[in-house]
Structure formats: C-alpha cells, structure tokens
C-alpha cells in the first residue's frame, strides 16, 4: 500500500522569498514520485517528476524536488516565488507498472499563497 | 490535440437525480481514469480503463456510479440517485499504453453540487 503525507496544509509567504514545501511517501514498490500544481476550479498541471537518475529533479516555473530515499521524502523548492505561484500543490506516489497503468495516490495538498 | 477535456465544467443538481460526466482523452492514450476530489482534499482514485476494459474500481465507487467506455475513446461516468455527499470535482486522466512514464494527463474537471 502506498501513502502521502503533505506536512503542511497552508504554506504563507512573501513574494520573491524562498519557498519549501515537503512531503513523506510510503510505497512496498518501486517508486515514482510526482509533484502536481492546481489553480482554483482547473485540473491538475504536472510540475515535475522523479522516475529514476539524478535524485535532483528539475520541472517547470522554476520548481526543483529533491528524492531522498533514505528519509522518504521528496520535497519541492524554489529559490524565488511569484504572485502567480499560489495555488494548490499536490505530491504523488505511483504504483505504475507498465502492464497494468498508473495509479497515483495523492496527499491531501499544500496551499501555497504568495503574499506581495 | 489540446489535452484530456471533460464536460459539462458545473453541474447543480437536487438530491435525488441522475448525472453523467463526459471524458474526452487524448487521442492516442489508451488507457484512461476516473478520480474524485472533495474540498481540501487530494484527488482519490475512482476507477481505470485500458481502452474499452474496466480493470479496476475503487471501494468508493458505490452501486450508485457506473462508468463506461463503449468504443475505448470517450468515457461517461453516470451517478444514480445523487446523494450531499457526492458533491465533488470528478476528474478524469489519461495515460498512453506503451512509453509511459507513470504521468497522468489530467483534465479541468467537472465539478458537481448536490443540493
């Protein structure tokens, strides 16, 4: 069985100030980790994932995760946040097999609200 | 192609009623799902398809939800007899079947309010 857990639920900060939002997994299976963005009443946009490789994952809007398997965690940064940032985030765990598709468990979401 | 679209985007309906949502994938994914999210909550799996077959259904998906995929394109998702508790944004995704990456291509939603 897998598991998120998003150790924030609300994550306030100022424009142009670093940001971190974290997240602890839990998988019996090989791991695939995801980190998605929603604004409000719009669907789910893939900011990055980690799926092998380098642990340091780069993604789109200037967001990077970082996997560490020791701690089980795959945190998401970024040095300088945007207005345009604030929304809903959301990590993942995927029990994708190639024979049998993806299922992602989701955490229960971070609010990220950049402040001016 | 645009992406995974869904429709109606709003649907109000009274206690009681019967809905269907609409999926669209993208056109070369074969493999599609349904997932439900309530206020605050992350989205949870619902159910999946890999072209025309079901293979899978979550516990939350009462006898009073039914899904289909006829002619493994589109996919309606029909709730029989709405209760409160199924106001929510019914998402959809899909995926493709072969070099995948385990990604999810994700919809706007469709949000539905029981009153």
């Known amino acids: 069985a897998q598991s998120v857990t998003q150790l924030d639920s609300q994550v306030p900060v100022f424009e142009e100030a670093p940001v971190e939002l974290r997240c602890n997994y839990s998988?019996?299976?090989?791991?695939?980790l995801f980190w998605y963005v929603q604004y409000p009443n719009q669907g789910l946009q893939l900011l990055l994932k980690?799926?092998?490789?380098?642990?340091l994952v780069k993604g789109i809007n200037g967001f990077e995760a970082e996997f560490n398997k020791s701690q089980t965690s795959f945190h998401l940064r970024k040095p300088s946040v945007h207005i345009s940032d604030t929304a809903e985030y959301f990590c993942?765990?995927?029990?994708?097999?190639?024979?049998?598709?993806?299922?992602?468990?989701f955490g229960e979401g971070t609010q990220l609200t950049v402040n001016p | 192609d645009t992406g995974v679209s869904q429709d109606p985007r709003h649907k109000i309906t009274k206690r009681g009623q019967n809905v269907t949502f609409r999926c669209d994938p993208i056109?070369?994914?074969?493999?599609l799902y349904w997932y439900r999210q309530t206020l605050g909550q992350g989205p949870e799996f619902l159910t999946y398809?890999?072209?025309?077959?079901?293979?899978?259904k979550s516990r939350l998906l009462s006898d009073r939800f039914s899904a289909e995929r006829p002619k493994g394109s589109f996919s309606t998702l029909e709730i029989q007899r709405t209760e409160q508790g199924d106001s929510a944004m019914y998402l959809c995704?899909?995926?493709?079947?072969?070099?995948?990456?385990?990604?999810?291509?994700f919809g706007e939603g469709s949000r539905l309010t029981v009153l």
């Open positions: 995704a899909s995926s493709p079947l072969y070099h995948s990456t385990g990604e999810l291509f």
């Open positions: 998988s019996s299976v090989s791991v695939y």
């Open positions: 980690y799926l092998s490789g380098s642990t």
């Open positions: 993942a765990v995927s029990d994708w097999e190639e024979t049998s598709g993806s299922r992602l468990t």
């Open positions: 056109s070369e994914h074969n493999r």
């Open positions: 398809f890999q072209n025309e077959a079901q293979l899978e």
